[in-house]
């Protein structure tokens, strides 16, 4: 019975396999069934390829399928029952064996039925990652590895092997069916379907031969051009330009929604038909004419769209029994092109009136284009311009005229210059002429195979290089025995330029500089020298600064002790040039001329001072005598004796004369002091005099001289202080009088101008020297010259001082031995007046 059970379970083993391989075949047959309810997702084609698909198999091929299914249900069906039946019966082991050996050749030849065709079922159960793979292996890899059938890549190239990993990966996640027709990498046709069967993913990988080969093969063309069909009626429907076609009698048998719109019709059905033209019918004769020649008509036409003339580039082809054509717009390209050559006219115009000479040679080495500069630059006849000679006969005739350079091997320079037309870059060349010019000639060849030569006339630029290169050295030699440092710096901040000197005075290296530091740079290596952050961000500032570009310039004294005068100066080309100066002992002798006047300066206030206090001291004391003198000379005190009365006279005028000095001395030091105020008020000019003459009429009896008054009638007044103006012109009458001889006459006189009221005192005494009249002002200044005149020297010193506190001037005209005019000019401006005054 062990036997009998055992020999039952490899039956029901065999059974199983025989059930998956049938399953497995029956894969294609499932695919039949399944077919109906897919291209409900798919396209038209896609049913179309399937409807192929299913037709693969022959009419014999699904007979025998069906007789398998059937025999192989009915087989299984009964060996189960055959089995239960034993089993319950007892039979003998013998007959169990033979039945399932019967069973096992069914399974077997059913097996062959279904593989009767090679190819490959590769099965995944759900949740499964371990494949089931059956059939023919050896169709793609080596039969001892099936396994290989998995790594697409081995049997197949990288694009379609990457296509097949995408397909099986949709159908194991998503149950996504899959048809696709390879080429292995053998190049035979392979097929692999994929589809979900009974809760797995199954995948048969067959070679497609013969008859299955050639069907496939029209169905991918007949799908092809289907598609490029639709391809081609779409583009055709949505392209702007008019489309048509038109059968054999010229009846129009398609047309697209731009030649609708081109022949002013409703529709395309309206167009075709009434058989609307584009054309008109001297253009429409033309073309069926050619057309009926057997020949292509091409033809840039005029169409009227939409009341708006424009220009189309009309194509028509004969194709079959009748033709088809094309308009397509070519307004924008007409009007481009008109553009284009009136903008070659208009470049034409402009390379004539440019005044280098520019030759345009085309691909057959001919005279294209020239400009007049071109012929006077060589001196060329227009008539053998015009007549498009070569390049080589210019150059010729040019060589006959030695205007050309001299060559040794003029064959192989004129070989060298016509490379230009094989070159592919412009090349620069300068031609030095036997008359003594130089030409630059440029070569620039052109994409279509010409050349063009620009020639400039560059004798002057040389001319004016060289001359430029000798102001250059002549200039760098002026810069270097400069005894002032010079540096130049550009925008950029660097050094561009320096003298001998400068490196010197900063101890800088020549080296150095020469690599073109930046002035931060510059300004590090001179602090041991000078560390002032401030002045070098001034300096810096300065040169980098875009903006208040002006001279600035910096006194630098250094920690040794030497003093530099520094100019800034902004440069016209944006640089910057600084200079240095060693003012070191300038500077020194200046501070000691400080030095000098700041004593002279505090030694004439100490002077002042003394004066002024001495001059407060003096005047009680003054005051006490003449008190008393004016006590004594009084009767009332008692009679003096003649000799008393004459002593007391020398003291009375004694005193009076020291007050009138000690007086004047303190108004000269108020006045330097800065506290003397005017009492401004209407001055009679005719009193003012009177008054002063008044003062010396003793001295004038004394010495006998006559006083002259001249004064302008109906002169009136002015605005002055009139104490200080009688006290000006007293002492004017003083002065003059003190020099004037005896029985001499002095002269005052008073007129008014537009501006002033001016007032002259003039004199016939010994006259001032030149080198002494500028000194008569000063303090304590008095030269007798021969005169009777002593003083004390403060008189003019006050003139002055109060004719320019109201805002006037004085002046002296003198000539030796003839006497001395002294002028004073008071404003009538009475704004002056208060700001001298003030």
């Given at each position: 019975m062990s036997g009998v059970i055992?020999?039952?379970?490899?039956?029901?083993?065999?059974?199983?396999?025989?059930?998956?391989?049938?399953?497995?075949?029956?894969?294609?047959?499932?695919?039949?069934?399944?077919?109906?309810?897919?291209?409900?997702?798919?396209?038209?084609?896609?049913?179309?390829?399937?409807?192929?698909?299913?037709?693969?198999?022959?009419?014999?091929?699904?007979?025998a399928l069906t007789a398998a299914f059937s025999l192989l249900g009915f087989s299984v069906v009964a060996a189960i029952l055959l089995m239960h039946t034993r089993v319950r019966a007892a039979k003998s082991d013998a007959g169990l064996r033979a039945e399932i050996a019967r069973l096992q050749v069914a399974a077997d030849r059913y097996r062959a039925l279904l593989f009767a065709e090679p190819q490959i079922l590769i099965a995944w159960a759900a949740g499964d990652n371990r494949p089931q793979i059956s059939g023919d292996v050896s169709l793609l890899v080596p039969p001892e590895q099936p396994q290989r059938v998995l790594a697409f890549g081995t049997w197949l190239p990288p694009e379609p092997a990457l296509q097949m990993d995408h397909a099986v990966d949709g159908l194991r996640e998503s149950g996504e069916s899959f048809l696709l027709h390879l080429t292995s990498s053998n190049g035979h046709a392979i097929e692999a379907m994929g589809r979900a069967v009974g809760g797995e993913a199954i995948v048969r990988i067959r070679e497609l031969s013969g008859l299955r080969r050639e069907l496939a093969e029209t169905n991918r063309r007949h799908k092809a051009l289907l598609e490029e069909t639709e391809m081609l009626l779409g583009f055709a429907a949505a392209a702007?330009?008019?489309?048509?076609?038109?059968?054999?009698?010229?009846?129009?048998?398609?047309?697209?929604?731009?030649?609708?719109?081109?022949?002013?019709?409703?529709?395309?059905?309206?167009?075709?038909?009434?058989?609307?033209?584009?054309?008109?019918?001297?253009?429409?004769?033309?073309?069926?004419?050619?057309?009926?020649?057997?020949a292509d008509f091409s033809a840039r036409l005029p169409i009227v769209t939409g009341g708006e003339r424009r220009i189309y580039d009309v194509r028509a082809i004969n194709i079959g029994d009748g033709s088809v054509g094309v308009?397509?717009?070519?307004?924008?390209?007409?009007?481009?092109r008109s553009a284009l050559v009136r903008m070659a006219e208009a470049h034409r115009r402009t390379l004539d009136q440019l005044s280098s000479g520019v030759a345009v040679f085309d691909a057959q080495r001919r005279l294209a284009f020239y400009n007049d500069s071109y012929r006077r630059l060589w001196d060329l006849d227009r008539a053998f311009l015009d007549s498009n000679p070569d390049d080589s006969s210019v150059l010729d005739?040019?060589?006959?005229?030695?205007?050309?350079?001299?060559?040794?091997?003029?064959?192989?320079?004129?070989?060298?210059?016509?490379?230009?037309?094989?070159?592919?870059?412009?090349?620069?060349?300068?031609?030095?002429?036997?008359?003594?010019?130089?030409?630059?000639?440029?070569?620039?060849?052109?994409?279509?195979?010409?050349?063009?030569?620009?020639?400039?006339?560059?004798?002057?630029?040389?001319?004016?290089?060289?001359?430029f290169d000798g102001l250059i050295r002549v200039q760098r030699e002026t810069l270097d025995s400069l005894a002032e440092g010079v540096a130049v710096f550009g925008s950029n901040g660097r050094a561009r330029l320096f003298n001998p000197t400068f490196a010197r005075m900063w101890r800088l290296s020549p080296e150095a500089m020469r690599e073109e530091p930046h002035i931060d740079t510059v300004a590090d290596w001179c602090r041991p020298l000078f560390d002032d952050p401030e002045a070098w961000r001034a300096i810096r500032a300065a040169i980098t600064g875009i903006e208040n570009r002006v001279d600035v310039p910096l006194k630098l004294e250094r920690k040794d002790g030497s003093v530099f005068d520094c100019m800034i100066r902004p440069l016209p080309d944006g640089?910057?040039?600084?200079?240095?100066?060693?003012?070191?002992?300038?500077?020194?002798?200046?501070?000691?001329?400080?030095?000098?006047n700041e004593a002279l300066e505090a030694a004439d206030q100490m002077k002042v001072d003394f004066v002024h206090h001495v001059s407060y001291e003096l005047r009680a004391p003054l005051t006490t005598i003449i008190g008393f003198a004016h006590f004594l000379s009084d009767p009332s005190t008692g009679p003096l004796t003649p000799k008393q009365a004459e002593y007391l006279d020398y003291v009375t005028k004694s005193t009076n004369a020291l007050l009138a000095l000690t007086n004047n001395?303190?108004?000269?030091?108020?006045?330097?002091?800065?506290?003397?105020?005017?009492?401004?008020?209407?001055?009679?000019?005719?009193?003012?005099?009177?008054?002063?003459?008044?003062?010396?009429?003793?001295?004038?009896?004394?010495?006998?001289?006559?006083?002259?008054?001249?004064?302008?009638?109906?002169?009136?007044?002015?605005?002055?202080?009139?104490?200080?103006?009688?006290?000006?012109?007293?002492?004017?009458l003083a002065n003059a009088v003190g020099f004037s001889p005896q029985g001499a006459t002095v002269g005052i006189s008073a007129r008014r101008t537009d501006r002033a009221v001016v007032f002259a005192v003039s004199d016939s005494g010994p006259g001032i020297a030149p080198d002494l009249q500028d000194k008569v002002f000063d303090w304590f200044e008095s030269h007798s010259h021969g005169s009777r005149h002593r003083g004390a020297g403060l008189g003019l010193s006050l003139v002055r001082s109060f004719v320019e506190l109201h805002g006037g001037k004085v002046r002296v005209d003198s000539i030796v031995g003839r006497g001395t005019t002294v002028t004073c000019d008071f404003p009538t401006d009475q704004a002056a007046q208060r700001n001298a005054a003030e």
């Amino acid at each position: 019975m062990s036997g009998v059970i055992v020999a039952m379970r490899r039956t029901l083993l065999s059974c199983t396999s025989l059930a998956r391989s049938v399953r497995s075949g029956l894969t294609g047959l499932a695919f039949s069934a399944l077919l109906p309810a897919y291209p409900a997702k798919a396209g038209d084609l896609l049913f179309l390829d399937v409807i192929t698909t299913f037709y693969n198999f022959t009419h014999q091929e699904i007979a025998a399928l069906t007789a398998a299914f059937s025999l192989l249900g009915f087989s299984v069906v009964a060996a189960i029952l055959l089995m239960h039946t034993r089993v319950r019966a007892a039979k003998s082991d013998a007959g169990l064996r033979a039945e399932i050996a019967r069973l096992q050749v069914a399974a077997d030849r059913y097996r062959a039925l279904l593989f009767a065709e090679p190819q490959i079922l590769i099965a995944w159960a759900a949740g499964d990652n371990r494949p089931q793979i059956s059939g023919d292996v050896s169709l793609l890899v080596p039969p001892e590895q099936p396994q290989r059938v998995l790594a697409f890549g081995t049997w197949l190239p990288p694009e379609p092997a990457l296509q097949m990993d995408h397909a099986v990966d949709g159908l194991r996640e998503s149950g996504e069916s899959f048809l696709l027709h390879l080429t292995s990498s053998n190049g035979h046709a392979i097929e692999a379907m994929g589809r979900a069967v009974g809760g797995e993913a199954i995948v048969r990988i067959r070679e497609l031969s013969g008859l299955r080969r050639e069907l496939a093969e029209t169905n991918r063309r007949h799908k092809a051009l289907l598609e490029e069909t639709e391809m081609l009626l779409g583009f055709a429907a949505a392209a702007p330009w008019p489309i048509w076609a038109k059968g054999r009698k010229g009846e129009l048998t398609y047309a697209n929604a731009a030649y609708a719109r081109a022949a002013d019709a409703a529709s395309i059905d309206d167009a075709m038909s009434r058989n609307l033209e584009v054309l008109d019918s001297d253009d429409r004769g033309a073309m069926e004419r050619a057309l009926a020649g057997h020949a292509d008509f091409s033809a840039r036409l005029p169409i009227v769209t939409g009341g708006e003339r424009r220009i189309y580039d009309v194509r028509a082809i004969n194709i079959g029994d009748g033709s088809v054509g094309v308009a397509i717009d070519a307004s924008e390209a007409d009007a481009l092109r008109s553009a284009l050559v009136r903008m070659a006219e208009a470049h034409r115009r402009t390379l004539d009136q440019l005044s280098s000479g520019v030759a345009v040679f085309d691909a057959q080495r001919r005279l294209a284009f020239y400009n007049d500069s071109y012929r006077r630059l060589w001196d060329l006849d227009r008539a053998f311009l015009d007549s498009n000679p070569d390049d080589s006969s210019v150059l010729d005739r040019l060589r006959a005229s030695r205007k050309l350079p001299e060559q040794p091997d003029f064959r192989a320079w004129k070989a060298k210059l016509h490379e230009a037309y094989r070159a592919v870059e412009a090349a620069k060349d300068t031609w030095y002429l036997p008359d003594g010019r130089a030409l630059s000639v440029v070569t620039t060849p052109s994409p279509e195979g010409g050349v063009t030569y620009l020639f400039d006339d560059v004798t002057e630029s040389l001319d004016l290089a060289r001359r430029f290169d000798g102001l250059i050295r002549v200039q760098r030699e002026t810069l270097d025995s400069l005894a002032e440092g010079v540096a130049v710096f550009g925008s950029n901040g660097r050094a561009r330029l320096f003298n001998p000197t400068f490196a010197r005075m900063w101890r800088l290296s020549p080296e150095a500089m020469r690599e073109e530091p930046h002035i931060d740079t510059v300004a590090d290596w001179c602090r041991p020298l000078f560390d002032d952050p401030e002045a070098w961000r001034a300096i810096r500032a300065a040169i980098t600064g875009i903006e208040n570009r002006v001279d600035v310039p910096l006194k630098l004294e250094r920690k040794d002790g030497s003093v530099f005068d520094c100019m800034i100066r902004p440069l016209p080309d944006g640089a910057t040039m600084l200079t240095f100066q060693d003012i070191t002992d300038t500077e020194n002798v200046e501070r000691a001329l400080r030095e000098r006047n700041e004593a002279l300066e505090a030694a004439d206030q100490m002077k002042v001072d003394f004066v002024h206090h001495v001059s407060y001291e003096l005047r009680a004391p003054l005051t006490t005598i003449i008190g008393f003198a004016h006590f004594l000379s009084d009767p009332s005190t008692g009679p003096l004796t003649p000799k008393q009365a004459e002593y007391l006279d020398y003291v009375t005028k004694s005193t009076n004369a020291l007050l009138a000095l000690t007086n004047n001395i303190l108004d000269l030091a108020t006045i330097d002091a800065g506290a003397m105020k005017l009492e401004l008020g209407p001055v009679d000019i005719i009193k003012a005099i009177e008054a002063a003459a008044e003062g010396i009429q003793d001295r004038l009896a004394t010495d006998r001289i006559r006083l002259r008054v001249e004064i302008e009638p109906n002169i009136g007044s002015f605005v002055g202080d009139e104490r200080r103006v009688v006290q000006v012109l007293y002492n004017l009458l003083a002065n003059a009088v003190g020099f004037s001889p005896q029985g001499a006459t002095v002269g005052i006189s008073a007129r008014r101008t537009d501006r002033a009221v001016v007032f002259a005192v003039s004199d016939s005494g010994p006259g001032i020297a030149p080198d002494l009249q500028d000194k008569v002002f000063d303090w304590f200044e008095s030269h007798s010259h021969g005169s009777r005149h002593r003083g004390a020297g403060l008189g003019l010193s006050l003139v002055r001082s109060f004719v320019e506190l109201h805002g006037g001037k004085v002046r002296v005209d003198s000539i030796v031995g003839r006497g001395t005019t002294v002028t004073c000019d008071f404003p009538t401006d009475q704004a002056a007046q208060r700001n001298a005054a003030e």
